[in-house]
Every structure is written in C-alpha cells, then in structure tokens.
C-alpha cells in the first residue's frame, strides 16, 4: 500500500499568517495516463471532510484562493496564505493514484 | 443536490456485528464508486475500501479485508458496510463518501461504540 507521510503533525499559527503542509508518497502519484491524483480535504471538528484541492492544484468548489497547491510526483505541499479563523481543523492529504490511502493529518491550531 | 444519509449510532458488544447504511439522493449510486473511510481522532482517516454498486464489484485496503464487507442495492439507492468480530478497535465514527475525480461528497458519519 502506498503510504503518504504528513509534517508537520501539529501547526500553530497567527491570524493572518501564512502556513505550509508537506506530504510525502511513497510510490509516484503519476500514473500511466499523465495523471497526478493527490488531494488535500479538511475537517473540522465535529465535521465531515471538505475537499479543499484535487489534482495537485485545482481548487474545489466554492474553496477561497487563498489555498492552493503545488507538487508532482512523490512530494505535494499545501499552502494557506493568510490563516483565518475558519481555516482551523485537520488537514488530510489523499491519494487516489494506487486505490486510495490517507495521511496521517496535520492539525492547525491558534498561537 | 447531492446528499449521503448515513443511519444512526450504535452500541455493539465485542464480538458481534454491525450493519451501516448510506442513503444516497440527488445522484444514482451506480454512476459512482462509493467508499468508506474509518476516523478516530488519534489515528486521523482510513480508507476502508470502495464498491462499484453498478456491478458489486469491490476493492478493500489490506487492513480491512477480513473486518468490512460492502453492499448495495441500487433499488433503494443505499450502500451498506458491515463490520464483523467487532472489538474496541473498531470503536470509531465510519463516514460513507463518493470521491469523485473533481469533486467529493461525504455522509455526516455514524458513530460506532464497542463496548462490553
């Protein structure tokens, strides 16, 4: 099984700050077809997962641009640029390349 | 608009079995894989595994093979999980979810409890 490895595991952050979020596959997420299936979902507490990206970079629905994302390969990063309020929970990143696997999250909390 | 209905808690004594389900609308569930993922906070998200509910095709992570079984019945519009020889392990809310490529819709979870 493919295994992706989040860092950090605990991110705290300021209002207004800019954080990033690294993970790391084991296996190349590109497959046959030229296709990189690396997603990144948040959840809040209490919550279901929100798809935030997918395809490496495309922001999902209704997702502020002040996230995005970047990588290819093995080695994908999400960015928040400016961290509001609403932006606090767990952020999972997925791979949907060999069946699907999960990171191991990164919780962003308040400084 | 799309939604996933997932039923409601349930308390279950180790060893026994459990049966979920996830009510689909606004889609027909064999237009997509629909998946299910296991979250306890300390461990984060599982994938458990999926199934193609046009065909029953099914595909499981390692971990879960002899621990889920999945099902649909497309009359209804409903998937089912079953979680067999329960232990305290498998306390943990499991959520119903259909990952498409572009876009992602999740069931609000349902909360199991093993517990003698």
């Known amino acids: 099984d493919v295994v992706l490895t989040q860092t950090p595991s605990t991110l705290s952050a300021t209002i207004g700050q800019s954080v990033s979020i690294s993970c790391r596959s084991s296996q190349s997420l590109l497959d046959s077809a030229g296709n990189t299936y690396l997603y990144w979902y948040l959840q809040r507490p209490g919550q279901s997962p929100q798809l935030l990206i997918y395809l490496v970079s495309n922001l999902g629905s209704g997702v502020p641009n002040r996230f995005s994302g970047s990588g290819s390969g093995t080695d994908f990063t999400l960015k928040i640029s400016g961290v509001e309020a609403e932006d606090l929970g767990v952020y999972y990143c997925?791979?949907?390349?060999?069946?699907?696997?999960f990171g191991g999250g990164t919780k962003l909390e308040l400084k | 608009e799309v939604q996933l209905q997932q039923s409601g808690p349930e308390l279950r004594r180790p060893g026994s079995s459990v049966k979920l389900s996830c009510k689909a609308s606004g889609y027909s569930i064999t237009d997509y894989l629909m998946h299910w993922v296991k979250h306890r906070p300390e461990h984060g998200l599982e994938w458990i595994g999926w199934i193609d509910p046009e065909d029953g095709e099914t595909k499981y992570a390692q971990k879960f093979q002899s621990k889920a079984t999945l099902t649909a019945d497309t009359s209804s519009n409903t998937a089912y999980m079953q979680l067999s020889s329960l232990t305290s392990e498998d306390t943990a809310t499991y959520f119903c979810?259909?990952?498409?490529?572009?876009?992602?819709?999740w069931g609000q979870g349902t909360l199991v409890t093993v517990s003698s």
């Open positions: 997925m791979q949907a390349t060999h069946a699907r696997t």
């Open positions: 979810a259909s990952l498409r490529t572009t876009s992602a819709y």
